[in-house]
């Protein structure tokens, strides 16, 4: 396996753990009925996010810019937006995560950008 190849499949572990939060963000709805509206806010965030890199992870082996860009500023945003949130363990290993997908993908950009 090559590191484009791995880039891509880190994107899709990213996309079910996104899946997965939401689920379980879904199902913790009735343990905080005062905050359900933020929990669905939050659980249709996860969804939105993990179609949205799910169709990168496909058109990634089209080499286009702009999906290579939207792949790498997701990732980047991803990664900026757990530092500004309350830090658990949980917090870092998909901090880590994002940031390995976006180094694989950064140092694989010939094989997804065009020539």
């Given amino acids: 396996m090559n590191l484009p190849q791995i880039a891509r499949y880190l994107v899709l572990l990213t996309v ?3 899946l997965f939060f939401g689920l379980g963000t879904l199902a913790n709805l009735g343990s905080h009925p005062d905050m359900m509206g933020v929990f669905i806010f939050y ?7 993990a179609a949205v890199l799910l169709f990168c992870f496909f058109g ?3 080499r286009s810019k702009r999906i290579f860009w939207l792949t790498a500023a ?3 945003v991803n990664i900026i937006a757990t ?4 830090v658990g363990m949980i917090d870092i290993l998909y901090m880590l995560l994002n ?4 180094t694989a993908l ?8 065009p020539a």
């Fill in 43 to 49: 659980a249709f965030a996860m969804f939105v996010e």
């Fill in 74 to 76: 997701i990732l980047a």
């Fill in 16 to 18: 079910a753990i996104l």
């Fill in 106 to 113: 950064y140092f694989s950009r010939k094989e997804f950008l």
């Fill in 60 to 62: 990634l082996k089209k």
């Fill in 99 to 102: 940031f390995v997908t976006l």
């Fill in 83 to 86: 530092i500004f949130d309350q």
